[in-house]
């Protein structure tokens, strides 16, 4: 049984199209009221593995629990209690801001005064009042977005799924969606996040899992990751060419640059590497330092092979 810390619970999850296997044995585990972020390259296994959570797709093998449900045998209690934003915006452009809510509420056999209720808080809450009664086909990408997201909310899920939500907007529409995310789970909602942009999981997510040829093949916090990968380095600032020398000595395994005073030593991110670095350093010979650590590009770069990024079979309909 899933555990009331635990939202989604994963174990040895697969599917396969015919002789691909997209999701090879997937494990993870998603606490409440965070934000868990999927990362990998196109025909990663992502889609798929929300579809299946989702119960939109059957799994070929493996345990999934959602919300404290087994998304094969109790299909209907799970999706009673999650919301999706896949890739595609599920907005009927045809109708107003308001109807397209007052439709999920209708889906969700919400009592009409409730319902009214809801309809009118989300659109103030998603900054749609002012265009509640326009038709959506006039609202701006971004608009459309928030609108999918806030027609997802309309039941009161505590789970939600975005499936790379923020694909095609602007750098300013992507930044309001990640304010309106920060603000459900701080209402305790809990976010499985699907991306390719990578500052977006730095930004968001509690715990990251990068997924590649259907493997999980990391987890962890973003600083956790990070700290995987080389590329990490911290640079002393001498205050003159003799205390220059003197660092390059106590530091063989550094890189002097006589022009910028400067010593550069590989460094893994940890305190407890940089306190051993530092340990005995004269305060007269060092000016100041900078700490540059690997980035979630880095991450990325390193632990993808990329060998699923020519359009394989993970996006084939359920």
């Known amino acids: 049984m899933t555990t009331r810390t635990s939202a989604i619970e994963v174990a040895g999850l697969r599917k396969s199209y015919g002789d691909h296997e997209v999701v090879a044995g997937v494990d993870l585990t998603v606490s409440a009221g965070t934000v868990y972020a999927m990362l990998g390259p196109n025909g990663a296994g992502k889609t798929t593995t929300v579809r299946i959570l989702s119960t939109l797709l059957p799994a070929d093998a493996g345990e999934a629990r959602v919300a404290g449900y087994d998304v094969r045998r109790e299909s209907d209690q799970v999706r009673a209690s999650i919301g999706v934003t896949g890739q595609f915006s599920a907005v009927d452009e045809l109708l107003t801001g308001r109807e397209n809510l007052r439709l999920m509420a209708d889906l969700g056999h919400l009592d009409r005064r409730l319902a009214e209720s809801v309809v009118g808080q989300l659109l103030e809450r998603f900054h749609l009042a002012d265009a509640a009664d326009r038709r959506a086909v006039t609202y701006s990408g971004g608009m459309k977005r928030r609108l999918d997201l806030a027609m ?10 975005l499936d790379e939500p923020t694909t095609g907007l602007d750098p300013r529409s992507r930044r309001d969606l990640w304010g309106i995310v920060r603000e459900l789970v701080a209402d305790g909602v809990t976010v499985f996040l699907t991306t390719q942009y990578l500052e977006e999981a730095d930004q968001l997510a509690d715990r990251i899992g990068v997924l590649d040829g259907g493997r999980l093949v990391a987890e962890g916090t973003a600083a956790e990751l990070k700290r995987l990968v080389p590329g990490g380095h911290l640079e002393l600032h001498a205050a003159d060419s003799e205390r220059l020398a003197e660092l390059a000595r106590k530091f063989p ?66």
Do not use: Q, Y
Not at 152 to 161: K, N, Q, S
């Open 152 to 161: 997802t909310l309309v039941a009161g899920p505590r789970l939600i799924f």
């Open 253 to 318: 395994e550094g890189s002097p640059n006589a022009a910028a005073l400067t010593v550069t030593l590989p460094h893994d991110g940890s305190l407890t590497t940089l306190r051993r670095l530092l340990a005995g350093l004269d305060d007269d010979a060092v000016t100041g330092l900078a700490v540059h650590t690997a980035d979630l590009d880095d991450v990325f770069l390193a632990l993808t092979d990329h060998s699923t990024a020519d359009g394989s079979p993970e996006e084939v309909p359920a």
